[in-house]
């Protein structure tokens, strides 16, 4: 029996991933605790959503988190009944478990897809009307329907008492989003860190241009068959998430002068 993780910056085809990864045989992979792209099916894995701030918020809670809801026993329980060697859970908060995850599974492997500040930014944020993939920080003046404030829940938020906390009232949601970027891929470059051989990071911008050598380094990764990338792709396709609605900001250089200068700040702590 096998398990790995894959995380995200946000909005980078992770649903895609999943199901591409799960038409190979002996591997079921879940998105956010789901199998088969079916959000209406009860879970394979238990859902993670509110626990998402409260594991960045409190650190010491993490490594009950990853036992209680991925631990050795319960996994290997969903290969028994998924009748699958390899389980791979895709998931958003696998970032903030990264290190608990790699800790507590001596065998796992994390793959990180990573997101350019920008698009990140314009993909996640929301101004007006609901959004149906709300992962980033929305206008502080938009209103929310149910589902949106649900998910805000479990959002990362700043901790209590910090300086960024104290700044949050008064940023924009392109500045949130900026933070949620920063502090997102600041775990993942820890979990690196911390596990150089067990973690691999790859830019989502690669997916775009060469999907076939993107899910190829994730099977290498994780040492499981390649045969069959590009028929598991084309299964794929029909799971991408797509924003209808398109970018409700600008680019980058439409940004105001606090935005671009938060933004040059948040690429130079993270690297890229």
Known sequence: MQFHTIASTGRTATTFLARALDSFEGIAAVHEGHRDGDKDSEPVLPL??????????????????????????????VCASESVQTLVDVGYYNSVLADALLDHH???????????????????????????????????????????????????KPTRGTKDA??????????????????????????????????????????????????????????????GISKALEIAKGYENRKKSGYQIGPLSEWSEAETAFAAEAQAQIGF
């Open 48 to 77: 993670l959503n509110l626990e998402n701030r409260a594991a960045y918020q409190d650190r010491s809670k993490v490594a009950g988190i990853v036992a209680e809801k991925r631990g050795k026993e319960l996994v290997a329980t």
């Open 166 to 227: 104290e700044a949050w009232d008064g940023w924009s949601a392109i500045m949130r989003n900026i933070w949620l970027w920063r502090e997102t891929n600041a775990l993942l470059l820890d979990a690196r860190r911390r596990h150089p051989d067990r973690v691999l990071l790859l830019p989502f911008e690669r997916l775009k241009d060469d999907p076939e050598g993107f899910l190829e380094a994730i099977l290498d990764h994780f040492e499981q068959p390649k045969q």
């Open 106 to 156: 001596g065998g796992l492997r994390l793959v990180g897809v990573i997101r350019n500040l920008e698009g990140f930014v314009r993909s996640a944020t929301a101004m007006v009307g609901e959004d149906p993939l709300p992962v980033g920080w929305p206008d502080p003046n938009k209103p929310l329907v149910t589902r949106e404030r649900f998910i805000g829940m479990g959002r990362l």
